[in-house]
Every structure is written in C-alpha cells, then in structure tokens.
T-cell receptor, first 112, second 109 residues
Framework: DGGITQSPKYLFRKEGQNVTLSCEQN?????MYWYRQDPGQGLRLIYY???????QKGDIAEGYSVSREKKESFPLTVTSAQKNPTAFYLC???????????FGPGTRLTVT | QKEVEQNSGPLSVPEGAIASLNCTYS??????FFWYRQYSGKSPELIMF????GDKEDGRFTAQLNKASQYVSLLIRDSQPSDSATYLC?????????FGPGTSLSVIP
C-alpha cells in the first residue's frame, strides 16, 4: 500500500531536548511539507521541500530544522530553541505537478 | 501575507439537510483550491479539489469556485452524522498551500 507514515504517534520530551520526527512516503511524490497544528487552529507551514537536497522555510520555521537527503524521507527536528513545541505535527506530500496534498497520520508532541 | 478565511463555526445542521461551507482567499494568482475533512484527533483528508470556475460534483459533495469574487464553497447534500468534522479550505499561493482556520460542522441526528 502506498502512503505516508509518521512515527511515533505520540512523543514526550523534556524541555531543552531536541527531538526528531520521522516522515516517510512511498508514493514517489516529489514535494513534502511539514505543518504544525495547535488546538482549534488551522495548519501552519514549517518547512517544505520540492526536490531532494533542497528545502525552504515556511511561515514558522524558527526553532525547527529539516533535511531531504532521500526522496522518500523528510525528517523534522524540533530544537530546544522552539519556544512552544507542544503541538500536533503533520507531514504531507504532493506529486509536484499538482498541489493536492496527502497527509500522514501525524505526531502529537508534548514537551514538559 | 496571503490569507484564506472561512465562515466562523460551529455550524449545526439537521441530518438530511444541506450544509454550506464558505471560504474566501486573498491571492488573485491562486489556481488550485481544495477542501479537506479533519475528524477530531486525526489528520486532514482530501475530499474535493477544483481548478476551474463553476461547480464540481462528487457524490454528495459539490465544490463551487468563483475566481472573480475570490471565493470557494463546499455543499454537502443529505448531511449525515458521519459528516461531523472540521472542514479546511486550502488554496495554492505560488509554490505553497495556504490553509484556512477550518469550520466545525455538526450534523444533528
């Protein structure tokens, strides 16, 4: 089955620790995206990548970092510099020729 | 800052009625328009996309686009309790997709 996987589903960390969220897709999609969603809010774009070894900042990139070394993988690191990291993190991908985004199941991060 | 706005909810409709969800956008250059459904605690699911002015129907869902007025809407006919969710409008802006804040829909049995 083709799809997008995110792991883990729930993640708990202490304040001051960096944490990396995994996103893998086997849809052969070119573009991948990371969003953050806070309770009762819409999706805010963190980073996106349209091709391997290239990525761009979204609207709220501060305190986050990404890499795109393989087409299938787009991991997101939440650094200790992110002031309010507790949120629901969503990874999405698109074929690259259209903007139809398909989402993974999400990772719920709690930092205490 | 390009924006996408949606009618404020929550929206409550009785089972079997038509639910109407509206969305406006600010980027006149937008060409692709999407509706996502998001159940509580889950990730968004693409349910409709529309690229041309007019109506597009898919089962009980109809998307309507008016580029001159910069609005896109979603009609859900014969609403079912299983349609109760948050509906997100999304619009492309250059090489990104901008999401609206969502409208919560509740279908009352």
């Amino acid at each position: 089955d083709g799809g997008i996987t995110q792991s883990p589903k729930y993640l708990f960390r202490k304040e001051g620790q960096n944490v990396t969220l995994s996103c893998e897709q086997n849809l052969n999609h070119d573009a991948m995206y990371w969003y953050r969603q806070d309770p009762g809010q819409g999706l805010r774009l963190i980073y996106y990548s349209q091709i391997v070894n290239d990525f761009q900042k979204g609207d709220i990139a501060e305190g986050y970092s990404v890499s795109r070394e393989k087409k299938e993988s787009f991991p997101l690191t939440v650094t200790s510099a992110q002031k309010n990291p507790t949120a629901f993190y969503l990874c999405a991908s698109t074929p690259g020729t259209t903007y139809e985004q398909y989402f993974g199941p999400g990772t719920r991060l709690t930092v205490t | 800052q390009k924006e996408v706005e949606q009618n404020s909810g929550p929206l409550s409709v009785p089972e079997g009625a038509i639910a109407s969800l509206n969305c406006t956008y600010s980027d006149r250059g937008s060409q692709s328009f999407f509706w996502y459904r998001q159940y509580s605690g889950k990730s968004p699911e693409l349910i409709m996309f529309i690229y041309s002015n007019g109506d597009k129907e898919d089962g009980r869902f109809t998307a309507q686009l008016n580029k001159a007025s910069q609005y896109v809407s979603l009609l859900i006919r014969d609403s079912q309790p299983s349609d109760s969710a948050t509906y997100l409008c999304a619009v492309n802006s250059y090489d990104k997709v901008i999401f609206g804040p969502g409208t919560s829909l509740s279908v009352i049995p």
